[in-house]
């Protein structure tokens, strides 16, 4: 009786032993599925996530290239034409641009080297260029001194390719209307260059609501002031140019109103 007491004694421990080892393997199993499943989601967290940031990205990219297109289309479509300005200013006020005056000394200065044996640089043998930025004497063409004047307007010719009749071609000389008192002459050559604060102008710098003139029209430009306009007097091109009495009138009328 002892020895089969003492056997179910050890079958039963064994059978708890078992049950126990069972549960503690489901216990881990269980514990490992979760934590599988915990990185499962975080997975799937971090992939929408990622997902979400990317499309994000990619439509704030669009979004702002639009923005940049419509801002820089807009600032073309309402900026002046500052090259224009330029070319009108270098003749209104009788001085080639300074690109041209350099290049034109610098021919000089390169007949001066190449005839005169006092110059520093005489017979001297140039060197490979080294950069294409730099722009030496050898990059001109000679010119001699007393042919500088007429060299500096051929060059601005060429360079001048705008075709206002309002304005005297290149010269190396005030426009007429140069003994008129400074607003009439500055109201003069903003009218030959077609610049001033007309309407249409303030429109675009958003410091009016709309482009109108008193007159009526809905687009005061300065074409319109010269020859359309029924608030003040006309005058032409030519008449700008030669500064006539027209011009001068129109000068009295309009240098207030177009500063």
């Given at each position: 009786m002892?020895a089969?007491n003492?056997?179910?004694?050890?079958?039963?421990?064994?059978?708890?032993?078992?049950?126990i080892?069972?549960?503690?393997?489901?216990?881990?199993?269980i514990?490992?599925?979760?934590?599988i499943?915990i990185?499962i989601?975080?997975?799937?967290?971090?992939?929408i996530?990622t997902?979400?940031?990317?499309?994000?990205?990619?439509i704030s990219?669009?979004?702002i290239?639009?923005?940049?297109?419509i801002i820089?289309?807009?600032t073309?479509i309402?900026m002046?034409?500052?090259?224009l300005?330029?070319?009108?200013?270098k003749k209104t006020?009788?001085?080639?641009p300074?690109?041209?005056?350099?290049?034109?000394?610098?021919s000089t200065?390169?007949?001066k080297?190449?005839?005169?044996?006092?110059h520093?640089?005489?017979?001297?043998s140039?060197p490979?260029?080294?950069?294409?930025s730099r722009?030496?004497?050898?990059t001109v063409?000679?010119?001699q001194?007393?042919?500088?004047?007429?060299?500096?307007?051929e060059?601005?010719n060429t360079?001048d390719n705008t075709?206002?009749?309002?304005?005297q071609?290149?010269?190396?000389?005030?426009?007429s209307?140069?003994e008129?008192?400074?607003?009439?002459?500055?109201?003069?050559?903003r009218?030959?260059a077609?610049?001033g604060?007309?309407?249409?102008?303030?429109?675009?710098w958003k410091?009016?609501?709309?482009?109108?003139?008193?007159?009526?029209?809905?687009n005061?430009?300065?074409?319109?002031?010269?020859?359309e306009?029924?608030?003040?007097?006309?005058?032409?091109?030519?008449?700008l140019?030669?500064?006539?009495?027209?011009?001068?009138?129109?000068?009295?009328?309009?240098?207030?109103?177009?500063?």
């Open positions: 002892k089969s003492a056997l179910y004694i050890i079958i039963i421990i064994i059978i708890i032993l078992i049950i080892i069972i549960m503690v393997i489901f216990i881990i199993m514990i490992i599925i979760i934590i499943i990185i989601i975080i997975i799937i967290i971090f992939t996530t997902a979400i940031i990317i499309i994000t990205i990619i990219s669009s979004i290239t639009v923005i940049i297109t820089t289309i807009t073309i309402t002046p034409n500052y090259d300005i330029e070319k009108s200013t006020a009788g001085i080639a300074p690109d041209i005056c350099r290049q034109t000394h610098g200065e390169k007949h080297q190449e005839t005169d044996p006092r520093p640089l005489f017979d001297h140039y490979r260029a080294r950069l294409k722009k030496s004497l050898r063409e000679s010119v001194p007393d042919q500088a004047a007429s060299h500096r307007l060059l601005w360079w075709t206002n009749e309002a304005i071609p290149p010269k190396e000389q005030l426009p209307g140069r008129l008192r400074r607003q009439d002459w500055v109201t003069l050559n009218a030959r077609k610049v604060m007309r309407a249409s102008t303030l429109h675009k410091l009016r609501p709309n482009s109108e003139c008193p007159c009526g029209n809905q005061q430009t300065m074409d319109h002031i010269l020859s306009c029924t608030e003040g007097p006309h005058c032409t091109d030519q008449d140019r030669d500064c006539t009495d027209a011009a001068q009138a129109w000068i009295t009328h309009w240098r207030d109103k177009i500063r």
